[in-house]
């Protein structure tokens, strides 16, 4: 039986420190002893050291196929990683893994097991979650299941195997400010998932900063659910709900019925409350507002209106 064939995805940014060994020392043999033909996908992401030549230095280009993508500048890791999927040819399947050393190479049999029972998409959770940002980290997750975005799995990493029918339906999408986990979960496919122990870098320094994760979380919020969009609307309705039947009381028992519960309401309460009514208009106005802005905003994604996981046909006679 003929092998069948499988990409590995390397995204790179300045990891000339530690991207040869990497390659050379920790995936080279672990791939030698597993029975499929890997393709190599580089995806060097402007790196201003020395990470391509140490690329093309290494033993891993003689000894499987490996296509290098060098951009002109640094795009970021999300691209990164959809480039390399639009790149992965024809092969039955993508493991997607990054060339720090943090993901375990050993667990890539693992995740083939999976594939071959069956699963789509096979996903490596972080088993201790090593991370300088475990609030910020739990706070997302958090944030995301509130705002009912689908699939996503706390601890869950980029470290992920994909069938050939999810790439393809991925490589469909259109839109720019991407988050690859994100929309891998939105695709609906059925996901495995292996725990795992992330590594110390074996080199070099994280290049995701506190800025820059601030910044995936909310691109996350926009682009994943509409919920952050109409939360306002929400807080409108909750403000003219609270302030009209109590300014109708105000006008009614203080000046319609001559106060006769002795209550004395200022005209400063009265002012309050008809501001608060107007605010809550306003909100609510924002809010229908937002829903037009929202179907806007999916258009503009332009994603596929469905994604089927499988279809048979029969021939019927007389059909």
Not at 239 to 249: K, R, Y
């Amino acid at each position: 039986m003929a092998k069948r064939s499988v990409s590995i995805l390397l995204p790179a940014y300045n990891e000339a420190s530690g991207i040869k060994h990497f390659l050379d020392q920790e995936l080279s043999p672990t791939l030698k002893n597993l029975p499929y033909n890997f393709n190599l996908i580089i995806v060097n992401d402007g790196s201003t050291d020395d990470t391509l030549a140490e690329i093309k230095s290494s033993s891993v280009i003689k000894q499987f196929q490996t296509t290098i993508i060098s951009f002109t500048k640094n795009f970021g890791k999300e691209i990164s990683m959809s480039a390399g999927l639009k790149y992965s040819g024809k092969t039955a399947a993508v493991i997607m893994l990054d060339c720090d050393g943090q993901h375990p190479v050993s667990a890539i049999s693992k995740m083939l097991a999976k594939w071959e029972n069956g699963a789509k998409i096979v996903t490596a959770i972080d088993l201790h979650k090593r991370t300088k940002h475990k609030l910020g980290s739990k706070l997302f997750y958090k944030m995301m299941r509130l705002t009912n975005s689908p699939g996503i799995h706390e601890g869950a990493m980029d470290f992920r195997l994909l069938d050939r029918s999810v790439v393809t339906e991925f490589n469909r999408f259109t839109e720019h400010n991407r988050i690859t986990r994100g929309l891998i979960d939105w695709l609906g496919f059925p996901q495995e998932y292996i725990k795992v122990s992330t590594l110390k870098r074996a080199s070099g320094t994280p290049t995701y900063s506190t800025k820059k994760l601030a910044a995936l979380a909310l691109d996350s919020f926009v682009s994943m659910s509409t919920t952050p969009l109409i939360f306002f609307g929400y807080v409108g309705i909750f403000i003219t709900l609270v302030s009209l039947p109590l300014g109708l009381f105000i006008l009614i028992e203080q000046y319609i019925l001559g106060d006769p519960l002795g209550l004395d309401w200022s005209g400063a309460v009265a002012m309050s409350l008809l501001i608060s009514f107007l605010v809550g208009l306003v909100l609510i106005s924002q809010s229908i507002t937002a829903l037009y802005i929202s179907h806007i905003h999916a258009e503009a994604k332009n994603r596929p209106l469905y994604v089927i996981d499988h279809s048979k046909s029969s021939n019927l006679k007389g059909a």
